[in-house]
C-alpha cells in the first residue's frame, strides 16, 4: 500500500534558524514522485519543491531543499534561515508512477521572533 | 491563465441535500482530483480522474460521486449530504506522471447542518 506518514505535528523554530520537516514513505513502485506543499492561514495550496525518485541531487528551490535519502523511504523538508512568514501547515506528498497523489498528514510550523 | 477553478467558495447544505461542487482548470491536464481536508487528517483523496472518461475512487469515496465528461471539468456530486461531510473542500490538476505538480483551487468551505 501506498503511504505518507508524517510524524510531527507541530514545530517550533526560531527567526533565522534552519528546521527539518520529517516525512517518510512507503511504496513498492519503482519511480515515484515526492513533493511539499506549505498551506498557509490563507488556505491556498502552495508547492514548494519536487524530488524524483532517480534524481541522483536532492532538490533545492531557494530556502527549501529536500533532503532524499532513497534506502531509508524519508524525504525531509529543510528550511534554512526561517522567516515569520513560514508559519503554515506543512505537507508531504508522493505520487507513484502515474498514479494518485497522496498526502501525509501535515506539520505545523510556527516560526517566533 | 485562470489555472484550476473551484465554485463555490462557501456553502452551506441540510442533512439530505444534494448539490455539485464544480472544478475547470485550462492548462489541458489529464489528471485531476478532488480531496477533503479536516484537522488532523491532512488531504484525503476522495475521487480522481487520469482523463475524459476515466474515473477511480480514492481514500475516502462513499457519498461522493463524480464524472469526467470533457478534459476541462471534473464535477463533484454529493448525493445526500450527511454532518459527516462538513469539511474543506480542494480540487486539484497536474499532468499525468510522477512529475506531475498539482495545481489546487481555491477550496470550498462546506457545512452540512
Known amino acids: 500500500a501506498q503511504k505518507i506518514t508524517q510524524t510531527q505535528p507541530g514545530m517550533f523554530v526560531q527567526e533565522k534558524e534552519a528546521v527539518t520537516l520529517d516525512c517518510t514513505y512507503d511504496?513498492?513502485?519503482?519511480?515515484?514522485?515526492l513533493f511539499w506543499y506549505k498551506q498557509p492561514s490563507s488556505g491556498e495550496m502552495i508547492f514548494l519543491i519536487y524530488q524524483g525518485s532517480y534524481d541522483q541531487q536532492n532538490a533545492t528551490e531557494g530556502r527549501y531543499s529536500l533532503n532524499f535519502q532513497k534506502a531509508r523511504k524519508s524525504a525531509n523538508l529543510v528550511i534554512s534561515a526561517s522567516q515569520l512568514g513560514d508559519s503554515a501547515m506543512y505537507f508531504c506528498?508522493?505520487?507513484?508512477?502515474?498514479?494518485?497523489?497522496?498526502f501525509g498528514t501535515g506539520t505545523r510550523l510556527q516560526v517566533f521572533p | 491563465n485562470a489555472g484550476v477553478t473551484q465554485t463555490p467558495k462557501f456553502q452551506v447544505l441540510k442533512t439530505g441535500q444534494s448539490m455539485t461542487l464544480q472544478c475547470a482548470q485550462d492548462m489541458n491536464h489529464e489528471y485531476m482530483s478532488w480531496y477533503r481536508q479536516d484537522p488532523g487528517m491532512g488531504l484525503r483523496l476522495i475521487h480522481y480522474s487520469v482523463g475524459a472518461g476515466i474515473t477511480d475512487q480514492g481514500e475516502v469515496p462513499n457519498g461522493y460521486n463524480v464524472s469526467r465528461s470533457t478534459t476541462e471539468d471534473f464535477p463533484l456530486r454529493l448525493l445526500s449530504a450527511a454532518p459527516s461531510q462538513t469539511s474543506v473542500y480542494f480540487c486539484?490538476?497536474?499532468?499525468?506522471?510522477?512529475?506531475?505538480?498539482?495545481?489546487f483551487g481555491s477550496g470550498t468551505q462546506l457545512s452540512v447542518l
Open positions: 506528498a508522493m505520487r507513484p508512477s502515474t498514479d494518485k497523489l497522496i
Open positions: 486539484a490538476s497536474s499532468w499525468n506522471s510522477e512529475g506531475g505538480k498539482l495545481f
Open positions: 511504496t513498492s513502485d519503482p519511480s515515484y514522485g
